[in-house]
T-cell receptor
Framework: NAGVTQTPKFQVLKTGQSMTLQCAQD?????MSWYRQDPGMGLRLIHY???????DQGEVPNGYNVSRSTTEDFPLRLLSAAPSQTSVYFC????????????FGSGTRLTVV | GEDVEQSLFLSVREGDSSVINCTYT??????LYWYKQEPGAGLQLLTY?????DMKQDQRLTVLLNKKDKHLSLRIADTQTGDSAIYFC??????????FGKGTMLLVSP
């Protein structure tokens, strides 16, 4: 089925560990973004990409890296996990600037202990 | 800077109309969106409105936009228990990112 696929759905990390959250879309969308959702905070933008090879920082980029080597994939790397990164992470994509909506993945729930 | 504000909670009875309000600060916003999030799920686009429109109707959903006051509302007619969810207002200036409000939790009681 077409859409945005995020893996894993759940993850527990120890403080200081690193990991990569995977995001893939099969809709040939140019624009992809990573958001984190925390209680009472809504969704905050971490990083985004306007196409393969192009990424930029969002509102809360510290502690995260991204790369976009293909149109389909936009992984989010946690360099050294901290308890403050406990959150639900959503990846989203849209076709282009005139596409009227983002398609969201189902999320990755990350706990850092 | 950009900021989107929403009330945090709304409770209605099944069959009533629900109105969820949102205010935004960026007058250059080109698109405004309403998303729905059910428990444990991602966000689902409900509807959107372009900034040169005042109203948009889509089945039970009516979106009203007051550009002068930077106020957006979502009206759900004949609210059902399945409409219980968190509703997010979001704005976009046409670039690749959205700015979201903190979400309004809608609780529909039988």
């Amino acid at each position: 089925n077409a859409g945005v696929t995020q893996t894993p759905k759940f993850q527990v990390l120890k403080t200081g560990q690193s990991m990569t959250l995977q995001c893939a879309q099969d809709m040939n969308h140019e624009y992809m973004s990573w958001y984190r959702q925390d209680p009472g905070m809504g969704l905050r933008l971490i990083h985004y990409s306007v196409g393969a090879g192009i990424t930029d920082q969002g509102e809360v980029p510290n502690g995260y890296n991204v790369s976009r080597s293909t149109t389909e994939d936009f992984p989010l790397r946690l360099l050294s996990a901290a308890p403050s990164q406990t959150s639900v992470y959503f990846c989203a994509s849209r076709r282009d600037l005139v596409d009227y909506g983002y398609t969201f993945g189902s999320g990755t729930r990350l706990t850092v202990v | 800077g950009e900021d989107v504000e929403q009330s945090l909670f709304l409770s209605v009875r099944e069959g009533d109309s629900s109105v969820i309000n949102c205010t935004y600060t960026d007058s250059s916003s080109t698109y405004l969106y309403w998303y729905k999030q059910e428990p444990g799920a991602g966000l689902q686009l409900l509807t959107y409105i372009f900034s040169n429109m005042d109203m948009k109707q889509d089945q039970r959903l009516t979106v009203l936009l007051n550009k002068k006051d930077k106020h957006l509302s979502l009206r759900i007619a004949d609210t059902q228990t399945g409409d219980s969810a968190i509703y997010f207002c979001a704005e976009s200036m046409g670039y690749s990112t959205l700015t979201f409000g903190k979400g309004t939790m809608l609780l529909v009681s039988p």
